[in-house]
T-cell receptor, first 111, second 112 residues
Framework: QQPVQSPQAVILREGEDAVINCSSS?????VHWYRQKHGEAPVFLMI?????EQKGHEKISASFNEKKQQSSLYLTASQLSYSGTYFC????????????FGSGTQLTVLP | NAGVTQTPKFRILKIGQSMTLQCTQD?????MYWYRQDPGMGLKLIYY???????DKGEVPNGYNVSRSTTEDFPLRLELAAPSQTSVYFC???????????FGEGSRLTVL
């Protein structure tokens, strides 16, 4: 069962912040975040493995609440280059063999 | 560094035809995946493999078959193509140490 993402779409002005949420009805072992630009392949952002873990990549960070089976991606001071579709992927076992993705959140950053 | 290479990039099929999408990686990754992405939608897992000789079904395996005879190659075969299989297909391999998926550029398939 694939994770559920919200919102489906976000429009921001450059410099504004955004939060993208990802939740699952199944127990999560790991949460993966990817960004896809139009016409391109998805690109890895980060993976979170432990409950309550937070990670960051420049001005993009994420949290993972294992008990609530939720993850959130935080984009601060958005840049034009942040535009794209963000996907969360969930792994439900220790090996995370089967990685399923949510339907995506389309983020548009305007000048 | 080639990474994950998919061929062909584009293909048009007629209903009922069969074809194989090729995927090869040069990173010695054991885990490999095939996803399909319909327009404006997310990635759906078709099949995956955790090593040579081992494959398993994902979310949407019907109408597809895979094989994994070597670590490098993971071809996806479409039998009796249907319009519902019109999609962009992505192959990916996984770096186990980091969990990162490396995607190929995609193969855009149209079934008419």
């Amino acid at each position: 069962q694939q994770p559920v993402q919200s919102p489906q779409a976000v429009i921001l002005r450059e410099g504004e912040d955004a939060v993208i949420n990802c939740s699952s009805s199944k127990a999560l072992y790991s949460v993966h975040w990817y960004r896809q630009k139009h016409g391109e392949a998805p690109v890895f952002l980060m993976i979170l493995l432990k409950g309550g873990e937070q990670k960051g990549h420049e001005k993009i960070s994420a949290s993972f609440n294992e008990k609530k089976q939720q993850s959130s991606l935080y984009l601060t001071a958005s840049q034009l280059s942040y535009s794209g579709t963000y996907f969360c992927g969930s792994g439900s076992s220790g090996s995370a063999r089967q990685l399923t993705f949510g339907s995506g959140t389309q983020l548009t950053v305007l000048p | 560094n080639a990474g994950v290479t998919q061929t062909p990039k584009f293909r048009i099929l007629k209903i009922g035809q069969s074809m194989t999408l090729q995927c090869t990686q040069d990173m010695n990754h054991n885990y490999m995946y095939w996803y399909r992405q319909d327009p404006g939608m997310g990635l759906k897992l078709i099949y995956y493999s955790v090593g040579a000789g081992i494959t398993d079904k994902g979310e949407v395996p019907n109408g597809y078959n895979v094989s994994r005879s070597t670590t490098e190659d993971f071809p996806l075969r479409l039998e009796l193509a249907a319009p519902s299989q019109t999609s962009v297909y992505f192959c990916a391999s996984k770096e186990l140490n980091t969990g990162e998926l490396f995607f190929g550029e995609g193969s855009r398939l149209t079934v008419l």
